[in-house]
């Protein structure tokens, strides 16, 4: 953490973590006992005869609540059905998380292996929608939306983390593969693939795309920062990246793709960047749905009350309440906080220092945002003063003298927002 | 027995550069206090006495508010004994108990807390409370009449009151360098340019205000003189004559640049900093008050919200 120094000249400035000097060394996970899956689907979908506690699966096997359920997830061990439960995720959307009590035996499903010849996106997204990295088929295969441009992000989008960097660096030749499936798979043609820092003539001719560089600086990573500084779309209009026609995926769910046509075998292992109190980094290999508290043991590290443990980076993640929660196909960081490093925020005024105002990389005039998100007035701040501008960085959060969480009302705002858009558009 | 650990949760940035509200008030008043003592050695102990119950009574009167509004006690924060502190500063050595306790209600009261407190206030709450006083009880802010039963070893004359009622060829008696230097007469705090530059230095320098807005008033304030000292030198007064005296050097770098009443976008900093100083200047030499920098604050204060609309185009816009 950066703090504030004595004389003040320059901003504060992040760099995102890039391995310029060596690759750390990958630490496996060993096979946990027990893993939780998480689908996304709530429980109240299962149909008890379809799936039961008890019943045995099979590594690679799809998990379905009903029949008829499109949401699955692919079970990474052999064993027998634990528990159901209900799991709640953000901005309270209910998940069913599947319990499976490993056994000792590994047996493999073999539906996956048996499709031949090239994959379709629907083989890809019945078997790699939750991969590691978890690529976005929904979004390639949506009827509603036309893609035109997929950007592959070579680097990860907070600092600390390496995750998708130590892929790119270690898994070329799968990236490779999984763009060239990725292309004939989606038919999409125009294939990016954006490499953090100055590193990216190195990768220019390996690779099926046409590779670009992204500053290494906080946030230029962010996927609205590239939308709008690498493909030269006006962003602020409050729509995601795949209503201009952009499908953003991670390197490692590109590489999970690779390694699937590779092998003719789902990967299960995740790459994951552990953040430890002292900031130290290691990244370790452990299967989709060990639990934190399995991964933090194999690298030796405990957590005591009060800590937090954040999933994804300081700067955007989310802190975590419980050493049960599993690995998640997207999670690409662990970081422990020790219970001493942590700030709080508080109920202060803004005192229109303009410090955020300066760090902001998007130009808003934060402080002016901050009055109207306040009072709720969430049409003007849209309107007055670029709430939709807003790339989520957290950095006038960060700077902020009265320690207003920002970020945490501009979430709320464009939160609000989309669920007034999504009530009006269903009640047409 | 199963013993779940109890985790902090809480929203990102998990990371915070550590700067505090706090921190930055009472690094303003240690900014603020080498002017304070050259001020007393001026002035001497009646000096003491304003700075001391100024400072009082602005805690007593924010302790009051918060207690009349039921709300969280605010005074740890410093921003009243800033207030209090600069409030002292621009007052004579020798003005009557009562003025204080009235002042620092009006700077309180009136400037900050009815507005809804720290970072709210449309107006410099000391400037507003001066100027206040000084349409109210204009005599107990001259400086020749308050401060006549002293003797001091430089030109016991208010120096922009002598220009102004004299002219430039009053002035000469006054050494430019003595009164940077503190040999003048004027507010507690505001007699020593050099102090007040040097806090105000000490503040950019740190982070704490915004140089933007003090290096362009200063400039504004001198840029003008000029012009009027060019146009006609047997009225007008030298630029760093008007620089030096009054409260010029303390309204740019304490006045102006108030967090809640400033702008903070460049280029309205800029212009908000520029016009102060050019109303300074205006006020001084075409105006009826001697020294115009209270009200060419409070009018650029004004002015601020509008100045503020001058920003950079947000990322993604087009319009």
Redesign the interface.
């Known amino acids: 953490?950066?703090?504030?120094p004595?004389?003040?000249?320059s901003k504060?400035r992040f760099d995102y973590e890039l391995f310029t000097k060596a690759l750390p060394q990958l630490v496996p996970v060993p096979q946990p006992k027990f893993v939780t899956l998480l689908i996304d689907s709530p429980l109240g979908n299962r149909d008890p005869k379809f799936i039961k506690v008890g019943d045995s699966v099979k590594t690679g096997q799809r998990l379905l609540l009903a029949e008829n359920d499109t949401a699955a997830a692919v079970s990474t061990v052999t064993g027998k059905i634990d528990a159901f439960s209900e799991f709640a995720g953000n901005y309270g959307k209910m998940f069913t998380a599947i319990t499976i009590a490993v056994s000792g035996s590994e047996e493999t499903d073999d539906q996956f292996a048996q499709l031949g010849g090239d994959l379709s996106m629907a083989d890809l997204s019945a078997f790699l929608s939750t991969a590691p990295g978890r690529p976005p088929f929904e979004l390639l295969m949506d009827p509603e939306k036309t893609i035109e441009t997929i950007v592959i992000y070579g680097g990860d989008t907070d600092v600390l983390i390496g995750t998708n960097q130590y892929a790119l660096k270690t898994r070329t030749g799968e990236l490779q593969k999984g763009i060239s499936a990725l292309k004939k798979a989606s038919g999409i043609e125009n294939v990016i693939l954006a490499v953090p820092g100055e590193s990216f003539q190195s990768y220019d001719a390996h690779f099926n795309a046409d590779v670009r560089n992204v500053p290494a600086e906080y946030p230029y990573a962010g996927s609205?920062?590239i939308?709008?500084h690498l493909l030269q779309?006006?962003?602020?209009?409050g729509k995601a990246p795949e209503d201009h026609g952009v499908c953003f995926m991670r390197a490692e769910a590109v590489i999970s793709i690779g390694r699937a046509v590779a092998d003719k075998r789902i990967p299960l292992e995740k790459l994951v960047t552990i953040v430890a109190k002292n900031g130290e980094q290691k990244i370790v290999s452990a299967k989709i749905g060990t639990l934190m508290g399995d991964v933090l043991n194999a690298v030796n590290i405990t957590?005591?009350?009060?800590?937090?443990?954040?999933l994804?980076g300081?700067?955007?993640?989310?802190?975590?309440?419980?050493?049960t929660h599993p690995i998640e196909p997207d999670t690409d960081a662990i970081?422990i906080?020790d219970?001493s490093d942590?700030?709080?925020?508080s109920d202060?005024?803004?005192?229109?220092?303009?410090?955020c105002?300066r760090i902001c990389?998007?130009?808003?005039?934060v402080?002016?945002l901050v009055r109207f998100l306040e009072a709720g007035q969430y049409d003007d701040a849209v309107n007055l003063y670029?709430l939709?501008?807003c790339?989520d960085c957290?950095?006038c959060?960060?700077?902020?003298?009265?320690?207003i969480?920002i970020?945490?009302y501009i979430?709320l705002a464009k939160h609000e927002l989309s669920r007034i858009s999504e009530a009006e558009e269903t009640n047409v | 027995m199963f013993k779940q650990k109890k985790f902090i949760v809480s929203h990102a940035p998990f990371w915070h550069i550590g700067s505090g509200i706090p921190e930055r008030n009472y690094n303003m008043i240690i900014a603020a206090l080498p002017a304070v003592l050259m001020g007393f050695t001026v002035f001497g102990i009646p000096a003491v006495g304003v700075i001391a119950l100024s400072v009082a009574f602005a805690v007593l009167w924010e302790l009051a508010v918060n207690y009349v509004s039921k709300r969280p006690y605010t005074v740890a924060d410093g921003h009243a004994i800033y207030i209090g502190l600069i409030f002292g500063m621009v007052m004579p050595a020798t003005v009557p108990w009562w003025l204080i306790l009235v002042g620092t209600f009006l700077a309180i009261v009136i400037g900050k807390e009815i507005f809804g407190g720290i970072g709210s206030n449309p107006f410099n709450a000391v400037a507003l409370a001066y100027a206040i006083l000084l349409v109210s009880w204009g005599i107990h802010l001259d400086f020749n009449a308050k401060l006549a039963n002293y003797t001091f070893d430089f030109p016991a004359a208010y120096p922009i009151a002598a220009l102004q009622a004299f002219g430039p060829s009053a002035t000469e008696p006054f050494s430019l360098l003595g009164m940077f230097m503190g040999q003048q007469v004027g507010g507690i705090g505001s007699v020593c340019g050099i102090a007040i530059v040097l806090g105000g230095v000490y503040l950019i320098l740190r982070g704490f205000i915004r140089w933007e807005i003090s290096v362009s008033f200063v400039v504004g304030v001198f840029v003008t003189a000029f012009l009027f000292n060019v146009y006609n030198p047997a009225v007008y007064g030298a630029p760093l004559f008007h620089l030096v005296t009054g409260y010029t050097l303390i309204g740019a770098f304490f006045l102006a640049t108030d967090d809640g009443s400033s702008p903070v976008n460049f280029i309205p900093m800029l212009i908000y900093g520029a016009l102060g100083g050019v109303l300074t200047v205006l006020i001084r030499n075409i105006g009826s008050y001697v020294d115009g920098v209270f009200f060419a604050i409070l009018l650029i204060n004004v002015v601020n919200p509008v100045l503020d609309k001058i920003r950079p185009k947000a990322l993604g816009k087009v319009a």
Request: hydrophobic share 40%; net charge negative; charged share 15%.
């Open positions: 953490m950066i703090q504030r004595f004389f003040n000249f504060p609205q920062m939308l709008h779309k006006p962003a602020a209009d957590v005591d009350d009060g800590d937090r443990i954040i994804g300081p700067m955007t993640g989310f802190a975590i309440y419980t050493e970081m906080q219970a942590i700030s709080f925020s202060y005024p803004c005192i229109n220092c303009g410090d105002i990389p998007a130009n808003i005039s402080n002016m670029d939709y501008s790339v957290g950095l959060s960060y700077v902020c003298v009265s320690r969480p970020l945490q979430k």
